[in-house]
């Protein structure tokens, strides 16, 4: 028989698990001796949150999950935020950590790694698993790919004690086929779609993989399709589509003035929604609503919700003839939002363009910095879940060096645009060893302010001193000198990204200041 770490390698590449991003340690050393067997490539991320937003990254470029490999104690600490970050965007992570034995857990014996209940730290971000018996293995497993296959997706973690790892136990199973809703009855979705004059739709990140049933159904209805960061990439440049923030007054107004709505796979959160908190999103209480999660169709109050996979359920919806007037009020509303930028949003967003026509169908990996709020809030990327960021949701700063690192394994062929400011990289700046060590054709752009320039900004707005804003910022050639990292530094005006990578490009901004 194989021991407890083969069966769960052997059922890692039975799923088709091809990479796995990890940091060995005592504690692991037996799932570490089963992977060159199986042929799963290893990465090494120079921290444990790395291996988490490398997951992220890999799973939302390529739709399956990600897996990170952690040790026991601070490895699972490490990754608890790009486990939140997963959950908040439903990226399915699976996450493997080892525990301490099984006859210590909860004893307080001073063990190396040792926690009171790491698994209750985990539970509450989602499904999480504790291996107590070899035996129980295939069933875990088998829970393990439902939950990682099918729903929102999210984060799943998986420990096993140390005296289990080299325990004999049953053969992996064989994976188990993709849990595929029941498609529901749309005969009162139609009705209602049917008698609509002026419909408009709002599509999330439910939708990143169904962008060609996204824009059948827009051209049979003949609504404007309003996408929320998560579905960024999807149609475009189509004279339907909206790529702004609902959080704008126009893209709202437009929402007001429908009559009806129709929402797909998004949970309709703030960061995307109400970006100001200023409570004055329509009232939306008539919208059907399409969603795989029932509970998050439960949580908004709807004329009518249909339960499923939005990929499968928008091809059966449809009215004899489209609403004429899509196409102008689309344009109408992108013109407006345009206008309705808050200032010099609209100088960041040029940037975004001009890397977009140097670096066509590039995958743009943001952080929270100035050039990506403003791309969340107006920006028409040309690449299906090409735009992506931790700049809502969660929004985990550090997020994007680790996730560029994902994408990058996942798509080796696409250049990868990362996008952060000087205080993010300095969340996570051992991942660009990662790149380096990986050649990978990751352009690093570090937007150079020589501070946290969104909280000053709302410190001075607020009354409030600005105090903690100037973190000193290293010197940023010679950090790359120091990665093996070609460098140059430019202007918003001069960005040039077509070299490939690994390389750093600083952009050089006024400085943050405190008055």
């Known amino acids: 028989m194989k021991t407890v770490a083969q069966t769960l390698v052997d059922w890692l590449k039975h799923t088709g698990t091809e990479v796995i991003f990890g940091i060995p340690g005592v504690h692991t050393i037996e799932l570490y001796r089963a992977l060159p067997d199986a042929g799963i490539r290893h990465i090494t991320p120079r921290h444990e949150a790395g291996a988490g937003f490398m997951a992220d990254g890999y799973a939302r470029v390529t739709g399956r999950f990600g897996v990170a490999l952690v040790i026991t104690g601070p490895g699972l ?17 699976l996450v493997i950590s080892g525990v301490n034995r099984r006859d210590s857990l909860g004893k307080g014996l001073g063990h190396l790694h040792e926690m009171p209940d790491q698994l ?10 504790h291996l107590d018996q070899p035996d129980e293995l295939p069933a875990i497993l088998d829970q393990i790919a439902i939950a990682l296959t099918s729903g929102r997706g999210g984060p799943v973690h998986l420990q096993i004690p140390l005296d289990l790892m080299a325990a004999e136990a049953p053969d992996a199973p064989q994976p188990v086929a993709v849990q595929v809703p029941a498609l529901p009855d749309v005969t009162q979705a139609n009705a209602l779609l049917e008698r609509a004059q002026s419909p408009v739709i709002l599509a999330g990140g439910g939708c990143r993989h169904a962008g060609a049933e996204l824009q059948a159904l827009a051209e049979r ?16 440049g189509h004279q339907l589509v909206v790529p702004a923030t609902p959080s704008l007054a126009p893209v709202r107004d437009l929402i007001r003035a429908a009559d009806q709505v129709l929402v797909l796979g998004s949970e309709m959160g703030p960061t995307d929604y109400d970006m100001y908190d200023d409570g004055d999103f329509p009232d939306v209480a008539q919208m059907i609503r399409i969603d795989i999660d029932a509970d998050q169709l439960a949580r908004h109050s709807a004329a009518l919700t249909l339960q499923g996979d939005v990929a499968a359920i928008l091809p059966h919806l449809s009215r004899a ?19 309705a930028l808050p200032a010099g949003y609209a100088d960041e967003i040029a940037v975004l363009h001009s890397l977009r026509a140097t670096c066509p169908g590039a995958i743009m990996v943001g952080d929270s910095t100035q050039v990506v709020y403003a791309g969340n809030m107006y920006y028409d990327h040309n690449r299906p879940r090409g735009w992506f960021n931790a700049a809502t949701g969660y929004g985990a700063l550090g997020y994007a060096t680790g996730a560029a690192v994902g994408a990058a394994v996942a798509a080796p062929d696409t250049r990868i645009l990362c996008l952060i400011g000087d205080g993010g990289l300095m969340f996570a700046p051992g991942e660009l060893m990662t790149a380096v060590e990986e050649n990978l054709d990751i352009t690093f752009i570090v937007f150079n302010n020589a501070g946290f320039g969104e909280i000053a900004d709302a410190m001075k707005s607020a009354g409030a001193q600005v105090l903690g804003c100037t973190p000193r910022p290293p010197a940023f050639a010679d950090l790359a000198r120091a990665c093996g990292l070609p460098y140059t530094c430019t202007t918003p005006g001069h960005l040039d990204a077509t070299a490939p990578g690994p390389r750093m490009i600083e952009v050089a901004l006024p400085p943050v200041t405190t008055s």
């Open 120 to 129: 209750a730290m985990t539970q509450s971000l989602g499904p999480a698993f």
């Open 77 to 93: 600490t490490n990754i608890l935020t790009p486990m939140a970050q997963a959950r908040a965007d439903s990226v399915p992570m």
């Open 321 to 339: 003839t489209p609403a004429q007037d899509g196409p102008a009020r689309a344009a109408a509303t992108r013109d407006a939002a345009h206008a």
């Open 221 to 236: 209805v003949g609504a404007p399709v309003i996408l929320t960061t998560n579905a960024r990439g999807l149609m475009h």
